[in-house]
């Protein structure tokens, strides 16, 4: 340390400036660097925590729903394996009494592609409990045989495992508490 205030008090003033100046040049350019460096992370920062916070509120608000969904398909998919077969206008009524799920609903399929990463899987179970649906009304409407069994059957389970993917991917999103928080509407 001596050595280092002897060699800066042997130096002419105009030569200390000089160094000070450098110094102070490396320094300004140092901030002018590392100030809006940090104030970018810290926007990304936020805007992820945003986006994280709006997709943990999407998917808490559409939990309870799509887990009823769920139980209304399962239950109807119940229902259809302890009918006698072929199924009579009343079963056909009566399972599609039991889907509570509208895919004939616009509005839910307009805002299907807001659910983060299970949009996909929301756009795949709405397209299979469609099908199910049609499948239950076809049968309404023409008195039912196997081709409408085999279409409800095959599309309400797709619809089911979908449901199922969508329901994992959203309980992640919502946090570990959300599968405590379960109840039938």
């Known amino acids: 340390m001596e050595c280092a205030f002897i060699f800066w008090s042997a130096m002419k003033p105009e030569a200390q400036a000089a160094w000070v100046q450098a110094v102070g040049s490396v320094l300004a350019i140092f901030v002018a660097v590392a100030v809006p460096w940090q104030q ?15 997709a943990r509120a999407l998917a808490l608000a559409n939990l309870n729903l799509f887990r009823n969904w769920h139980y209304s398909i399962q239950g109807a998919l119940d229902a259809f394996g302890q009918a006698p077969k072929p199924l009579t206008f009343n079963n056909w009524k009566h399972i599609q009494g039991i889907i509570e799920v509208n895919p004939t609903d616009t509005a839910l399929m307009d805002r299907s592609d807001g659910f983060g990463p299970a949009s996909g899987i929301v756009q795949d179970f709405l397209y299979h409990a469609q099908l199910a649906w049609f499948a239950t009304d076809n049968a309404l409407i023409s008195d039912g045989d196997e081709t409408h069994e085999q279409a409800f059957f095959e599309h309400a389970n797709a619809a089911a495992l979908k449901l199922s993917q969508a329901i994992r991917i959203l309980e992640k999103l919502a946090g570990a508490g959300a599968k405590n928080h379960y109840r039938k509407i």
């Open 40 to 54: 970018h992370r810290a926007a990304i920062k936020r805007q992820q925590a945003t986006e994280d916070s709006r």
